[in-house]
């Protein structure tokens, strides 16, 4: 679970910055630059707009826009998007440090946030309600994101059978580096993986694993590599 959790953190890392990418031209002139990710996270001017600068920018979408710049119509759902997982991120990285019995979490952008919900899984890990309920929202949020930046998760069939339920079921993800076996009915005998209690959860094996993955099910490891590389890489000049 701290592996699934980890890719899923990951993967909002990676595109969080793009949704606020997205929110930016509801209030830019249109012929001004796209902004870059630099413009997307502007200094902080002080302790609250340091703490919630993401979901301020989504209350100035609302309408606070400058004055006699011509704007493109709002985008609503990304607003809500930026504010939901904003908010969801703050509160998590105060739960996860309540539980654990640590200091309340500095001020931090969501990015910060995160890296530091990251270097504390190992720690969380002794404790299966809390990594249960990192996971879940993490993945949660990373799929808002997905959806807000308009479209399902790019997916690459691999050649090879699962190692677990011997199906031609598996698919790698190149968003989330990772490999997962789609066949509903599959299980496999890791204590430690989901798959085995919650019907939702699928198997996963993180980039690190794909080397004994290409062993076990006869995948070819370079084209799996390769074609997850190249998926994400158009992803990333859209």
Do not use: K
């Amino acid at each position: 679970m701290t592996a699934d959790a980890l890719v899923w953190i990951e993967l909002l890392l990676r595109q969080f910055p793009e949704l606020l990418t997205e929110l930016a031209p509801a209030y830019r002139s249109p012929s001004a630059p796209r902004p870059t990710p630099a413009d997307a996270h502007p200094a902080p001017v002080g302790p609250t707009r340091a703490e919630r600068e993401e979901a301020l920018r989504a209350e100035q979408a609302h309408g606070l826009t400058p004055p006699g710049a011509r704007t493109s119509p709002l985008r609503l759902h990304i607003s809500d998007a930026v504010r939901d997982i904003t908010d969801g991120v703050i509160e998590l990285d105060e739960a996860v440090h309540d539980r654990l019995r640590l200091p309340r979490p500095r001020r931090e952008q969501v990015a910060g946030r995160l890296l530091r919900i990251a270097g504390l899984l190992d720690q969380a890990a002794a404790d299966d309600v809390l990594l249960e309920h990192v996971r879940d929202e993490v993945r949660r949020m990373a799929r808002r994101c997905t959806r807000a930046l308009g479209g399902a998760e790019p997916v690459v069939r691999v050649n090879g059978r699962c190692p677990w339920c011997d199906s031609v079921s598996l698919r790698a993800f190149p968003a989330r580096r990772a490999v997962l076996c789609v066949n509903p009915a599959c299980r496999c005998t890791d204590r430690a993986c989901d798959c085995r209690t919650d019907p939702a959860h699928r198997h996963a094996w993180s980039e690190g694993a794909w080397v004994r993955l290409a062993a076990e099910s006869g995948a070819d490891l370079a084209e799996l590599t390769a074609s997850t590389a190249d998926t994400a890489g158009r992803e990333g000049s859209r």
